[in-house]
């Protein structure tokens, strides 16, 4: 389980989150939303550990790993999407995915042929530069080379940002799929298309300005009304 309790973020001395708590079940989706720049990418860079808190705790199967690095919750099995799809650009698909391998907590070296089931074209064109693939081929790239390590929570920022219709409906697919899958993984989604979060998510957050001002299981039309709609 993956718990954050009253977590309080700043960059340089200005404080962007307040007394945040959240948690996410094994198995579970969890949605997180709310307009832009309410802090919902600093609460997945604090949960990864790109950034640190100024107070409150992450934790993560059963430890608190507020002070740990980011390379060790890769290894207890948190996977990060950020939002931007940050592949390398000048490495082939092939080599994208073998650094998703780095993050494993055992010592397997092969990439699972589930990765392309879920992503066919990764495997068509593995010796293509990431740089050279399209929005929406480059996020199916990020989302594989997370998918590679096996984690047992996966973040997703905002994984359906300006990315054509077919493959938003691919990402979902995947998503669906994990869910109905034995392993247990966990999601975390950043997603401001409410279509797309009722269809996947089991649980929503709703934040405005730093702060959770809504949770529940059910995302209600006047909370939509009242927090997300520009
Ligand atoms: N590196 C940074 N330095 C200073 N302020 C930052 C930095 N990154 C984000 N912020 C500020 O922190 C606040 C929260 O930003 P954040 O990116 O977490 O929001 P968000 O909800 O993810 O929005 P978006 O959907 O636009 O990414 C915003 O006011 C933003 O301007």
New binding site residues.
């Given amino acids: 389980m993956l718990k954050l309790s009253k977590l309080e973020v700043a ?2 001395g200005s404080t ?1 989150i307040r007394d945040v708590s959240l948690t996410v079940e094994p198995g579970k989706v969890v949605c997180l939303m ?1 307009r ?7 609460i997945m860079k604090t949960i990864m550990g790109v950034l640190q808190p100024v107070n409150g705790t992450v934790s993560y199967s059963d430890e608190e790993v507020t002070k740990k690095n980011a390379s060790y919750r890769a290894r207890k099995g948190i996977g990060y999407v950020p ?1 931007g799809r940050e592949i390398f650009p000048q490495l082939t698909i092939y080599e994208n995915l073998l650094l998703g391998l780095e993050a494993r907590s055992n010592s397997e070296e092969k990439i699972n042929e589930k990765i392309y089931e879920y992503f066919p074209v990764l495997k068509e064109m593995k010796d293509r530069r990431g740089g050279d693939l399209s929005g929406g081929q480059q996020q199916q790239l990020a989302i594989a080379r997370a998918l590679v390590a096996e984690p047992s929570c996966l973040l997703l920022d ?1 994984p359906t940002e300006g990315i054509q219709p077919n493959i938003v409906s691919d990402i979902q697919e995947v998503i669906k799929d994990i869910k109905r899958s034995q392993v247990n993984t966990s999601i975390l989604l950043v997603e401001q298309s409410f279509d797309f979060a009722k269809s996947v998510a089991d649980y929503f957050y709703v934040m405005d300005k730093g702060r959770i001002v809504y949770e529940g299981e059910d995302l209600m039309e006047e909370k939509v009304s009242q927090y997300l709609s520009v």
């Fill in positions: 960059y340089d962007v709310g832009n720049g309410v802090g919902k990418s600093t939002q905002e």
